[in-house]
T-cell receptor, first 116, second 115 residues
Framework: KQEVTQIPAALSVPEGENLVLNCSFTDSAIYNLQWFRQDPGKGLTSLLLIQSSQREQTSGRLNASLDKSSGRSTLYIAASQPGDSATYLCAVRPHYSGAGSYQLTFGKGTKLSVIP | DTEVTQTPKHLVMGMTNKKSLKCEQHMGHRAMYWYKQKAKKPPELMFVYSYEKLSINESVPSRFSPECPNSSLLNLHLHALQPEDSALYLC??????????????FGDGTRLSIL
């Protein structure tokens, strides 16, 4: 059974700092890995999706990397801003065909606070 | 603005009430999902519809009854809920499983409180 772990559970940084969030997974047979952001009481916003054949994806100040063989992904946020404060979740999609591929396995998230 | 719209945003109901949660997407997605999320926990998958047919039911109690009337709409009918069912209910949509390298898109959820 796939397990996804995110460390740390919470992180507080001063504004302007670069930071890295970590995600690890136990089964390397994944189709892709997705990073989400969740603001309090809101839904999930998709940030980046990395296919299993890719090493990294970039969007603005965000860069996500994937090392499938070691079961690790990182989300790098450059020049952090107070508006980046949220919970960040990673989720892996299994390498199945059919309905089983719909089932994402989520980590518990990292709660990020960026202090002005 | 989210591309998946959920109504209502908040719902308070008694244990004997019947209510429905609604979800709508206009992205042409053919897979739609219901998740339940408790505070400080990740979302838990409840149901998946693929091409308007129920593909996954994660052993959800029968007091939750999903319905997919067409490719854009997804409902969750609620009846005789328990206090432990209080949670944020999230709807999501995506391309079908054979186009799995597309992200799931989530709505903002319905905050449900059972009295």
């Amino acid at each position: 059974k796939q397990e996804v772990t995110q460390i740390p559970a919470a992180l507080s940084v001063p504004e302007g700092e670069n930071l890295v969030l970590n995600c690890s997974f136990t089964d390397s047979a994944i189709y892709n890995l997705q990073w989400f952001r969740q603001d309090p009481g809101k839904g999930l916003t998709s940030l980046l999706l990395i296919q299993s054949s890719q090493r990294e994806q970039t969007s603005g100040r965000l860069n996500a990397s994937l090392d499938k063989s070691s079961g690790r992904s990182t989300l790098y946020i450059a020049a952090s801003q107070p508006g980046d404060s949220a919970t960040y979740l990673c989720a892996v999609r299994p390498h199945y065909s059919g309905a089983g591929s719909y089932q994402l396995t989520f980590g518990k998230g990292t709660k990020l606070s960026v202090i002005p | 603005d989210t591309e998946v719209t959920q109504t209502p945003k908040h719902l308070v109901m008694g244990m004997t009430n019947k209510k429905s949660l609604k979800c709508e997407q206009h992205m042409g997605h053919r897979a739609m999902y219901w998740y339940k999320q408790k505070a400080k926990k990740p979302p838990e998958l409840m149901f998946v519809y693929s091409y308007e047919k129920l593909s996954i039911n994660e052993s959800v109690p029968s007091r939750f009854s999903p319905e997919c009337p067409n490719s854009s709409l997804l409902n969750l009918h609620l009846h005789a809920l328990q206090p432990e069912d209080s949670a944020l209910y999230l709807c999501a949509s995506s391309q079908p499983w054979y186009d799995s390298n597309q992200p799931q898109h989530f709505g903002d959820g319905t905050r449900l409180s059972i009295l």
